[in-house]
DNA sequence: ATTAAGATGTATATAAGATGTATCTTATAT
DNA sequence: ATATAAGATACATCTTATATACATCTTAAT
């Protein structure tokens, strides 16, 4: 059971924003800092834009930054409106589901209940908490331009 | 978020022996029943002999029981014992992890602390309250023989 | 001895996810 | 005005996890 890495970057670079003291930055900037591919960074940056936690800017001194303080960005809310689907199970996708048990099964609902424990456990973070130890992050960051 | 197909079967298997009422099954009943791979359903089976979920028997008259009675077998651990992974995002994955945030980020407590809560809600059920109504179930399986 | 069942290991296919390439659009500094 | 630095978008490809298939071995009842 796992998120996918495109939930766990929309994370890192909500994080990443949250850390910096001016909150402004670039996609190449994050992908440099993460080490990560660039294009893939596009998309979640283009999303997390369309999902409205985050504002963009382009042309030139383009970039970034959060559409809210930190402590208004739950993590909950990035993880549901990042993560492709929450079909825990076959039964739980209604354009794959082939198991004869159908309603019959009691599994489902136990499933949809600790998916529901799940992201409830997260509704109670924000991107704010994420970045608690702000001082020790903050000395990874490269300096003021 | 899902588990794999390995872990909905594993399930499913054991869901299905609860419903029997003499509790004795084979695979090639088992694949018949829910229409799915007999092959990846050997594996599946062979699992859950190793992990104690079951008893399995070969030869002639072979097949497989339940080694606990359905109250015994707990949904959580079923999961826990069977889903390959539970690396919520790449940091918890040790020999994958390349981010640069470390111990610094509190996401990781946090995706830790939900996993958690996921798990948690599962180890209040066992099988038997997955085929808790027996009744509408046993009318899906063929008859005696 | 035969047969029906599971056990085991290896190989292959499939699908999802991640990444790469190219091009387009927008903003702004000069 | 124009060049340039940014994000936006569409499409292609690569990778990997997962699922499935195949072949062979082992065991137990008849």
Redesign the interface.
């Known amino acids: ?3 996918t ?1 495109y ?2 970057y929309s ?2 670079v909500l ?1 990443y924003l949250g850390m910096k003291t001016d909150g402004w930055a670039t996609i190449t900037e994050l992908a440099e ?4 591919s660039r294009n893939h960074l596009v998309k979640v940056v283009h999303h997390l834009a369309q999902q409205g936690f985050i504002n963009t800017l382009r042309g030139k001194h383009g970039g970034m930054a959060l559409a809210r303080a930190p402590g208004l960005i739950g ?1 909950g809310d990035v993880v549901r409106r990042t ?1 492709p ?6 039964c ?1 996708n209604p354009t794959a589901d ?4 159908g309603p ?4 489902k609902s ?2 949809n ?3 529901l ?6 509704d109670r ?1 924000t991107i704010a ?5 702000q001082g ?2 903050a000395s ?1 960051l490269p300096g003021p331009k």
């Open positions: 059971m796992q998120l890495r939930t766990d994370l890192r994080v800092f993460y080490a990560i993590i993560e689907n929450f079909h825990i199970a076959e739980f082939h198991c004869v048990l019959n099964c009691r599994l136990m499933l209940e600790a998916n424990a799940f992201l409830g456990v997260l973070y908490d994420a970045v608690a130890n020790l992050l990874l």
